[in-house]
């Protein structure tokens, strides 16, 4: 299956990179070297788009290991870099009145779920799972019905108060009152809305064909900018339509290179079997980080934990131990932080606790990731939600410590053990750390 339609590619170096059936046997194996530099060193979105146009190097394409900047794989779409594939379901009517509201949907590449023969949409997570794919549910999520009569009348009480309301416009238009306008527009999509979700309803009561036909739409985002590329026939529901594009994407490929891969916010990872990434980056739920190990090849160099669920002793997974850099936020209690940051065996740990603690409180931490023996060199960066608490826990560390050195910033101490470290107020400049402020604790002497 032909999944993209627009290739990029401009004719020129198509017929340039193609292999000639013409060349000789004595010349091709240069071409072939060629040919994989080339591509190593090329965009993997127009890598994907040249193996798609052009089957001659196709096999040559997926080789050469794919390296990528920034991947993101969810439910319905792939990011690669800056662009954005998504699949869709749009949805075309056949007396051509679409819903306003249809059309915003089918022009932002279509819905995100599958639709039943009346019409119902059938929740996400109530697809199957397919050989290959990760499932991150928990298994306790609740799918959550669109054909209950409960919801059939919440959309019939909803429609009637709309058109009382859309009444009394009318009434009071005939009075020129200017702010008429702006609410008869609110109604009116109320009403439209909830007469288009009442359509299924009236199907499956009547035993009739949903009220509208369906495609799946295979579209690409970049610069916010949507643009279609193909379109599908609704002879499979989407999450196989989706399962088969990212076969496309990934199926047969050595080792994917990725500087940072993104696998927050997903339901079912739609991936060919043996898929396989080697990541510099990976961005996680805690309650996630198993699933994820299975896809990976390697070690991290920094892994960002985002706390979720209250996982036990997510820390102490290869992952988490093995990479560099660790970085988390969530809201755990003081003693839980304590915990972690005892454990923590990484080079490198930015800390960000949710809740607002105490000066007391931040120094404990401070203590408990210095009561560890760690190389120099090694640093803690503590996220604060008040400015005021970088003053504070400098002028409180000095209390509990030996004090070495210190300037207006940064005071230098050393503890019992005569580990020597300097606690220093910070201003957080880049997206890493979620506060503003921070206190950096680093390694000086051991």
Aim: net charge positive; proline share 3%.
């Amino acid at each position: 299956m032909n999944l993209f339609i627009l290739c990029m590619l401009s004719a020129p170096l198509a017929r340039t990179l193609s292999v000639r059936k013409t060349q000789t046997m004595k010349n091709q194996p240069v071409l072939y070297e060629s040919l994989k530099t080339i591509l190593s060193y090329t965009d993997p979105n127009l890598r994907i788009n040249m193996s798609q146009r052009m089957p001659s190097i196709r096999a040559t394409e997926r080789a050469v290991p794919l390296k990528i900047r920034y991947l993101s794989i969810k439910d319905t779409t792939v990011d690669i870099n800056n662009v954005r594939y998504k699949l869709g379901v749009c949805r075309d009517y056949p007396n051509g009145d679409i819903p306003q509201f249809v059309k915003r949907e089918n022009a932002h590449g279509g819905v995100s779920n599958d639709f039943d023969r009346f019409g119902f949409e059938i929740p996400i997570g109530s697809n199957l799972i397919l050989p290959g794919d990760i499932s991150v549910q928990s298994g306790d999520e609740q799918v959550v019905r669109t054909d209950t009569d409960e919801l059939e009348e919440l959309y019939q009480t909803a429609l009637s108060r709309s058109e009382i309301h859309l009444k009394s416009i009318a009434e009071m238009e005939s009075e020129k009152r200017a702010w008429t306008s702006e609410w008869k527009g609110h109604h009116q999509f109320i009403a439209n809305y909830t007469r288009e979700k009442l359509k299924p309803f009236h199907c499956k009561r009547h035993n009739l064909p949903r009220p509208f036909n369906c495609y799946i739409q295979i579209s690409v985002e970049k610069h916010e900018k949507v643009k279609p590329l193909q379109k599908l026939a609704y002879t499979r529901k989407l999450y196989e339509a989706v399962k088969q594009f990212n076969h496309v994407l990934f199926a047969n490929r050595p080792v994917i290179k990725v500087e940072v891969l993104d696998c927050v916010g997903n339901h079912v990872y739609r991936i060919p079997v043996g898929f396989k990434i080697s990541a510099n980056e990976l961005k996680v739920w805690e309650s996630h980080i198993a699933l994820i190990a299975t896809i990976l090849k390697g070690n991290l160099n920094t892994i960002r934990v985002i706390k979720w669920e209250n996982v036990e002793n997510w820390w102490q997974h290869r992952l988490v131990r093995n990479a560099k850099e660790l970085i988390t936020k969530g809201s755990q209690s003081a003693e839980e932080s304590c915990l972690m940051l005892r454990t923590f065996g990484n080079r490198n740990i930015r800390f960000h606790n949710l809740r607002i603690l105490s000066t007391e409180q931040y120094c404990e931490l401070i203590e408990n990731w210095m009561s560890v023996k760690r190389e120099v060199g090694s640093e803690l960066w503590i996220g604060l939600e008040v400015k005021r608490h970088r003053n504070n826990v400098l002028e409180k560390i000095q209390t509990r410590m030996e004090v070495v050195r210190r300037n207006e910033r940064c005071v230098t101490v050393h503890d019992k053990n005569g580990t020597q470290v300097a606690v220093c107020e910070e201003r957080c400049e880049d997206e890493s750390i979620h506060h503003r402020w921070a206190v950096k604790v680093k390694i000086i002497k051991n």
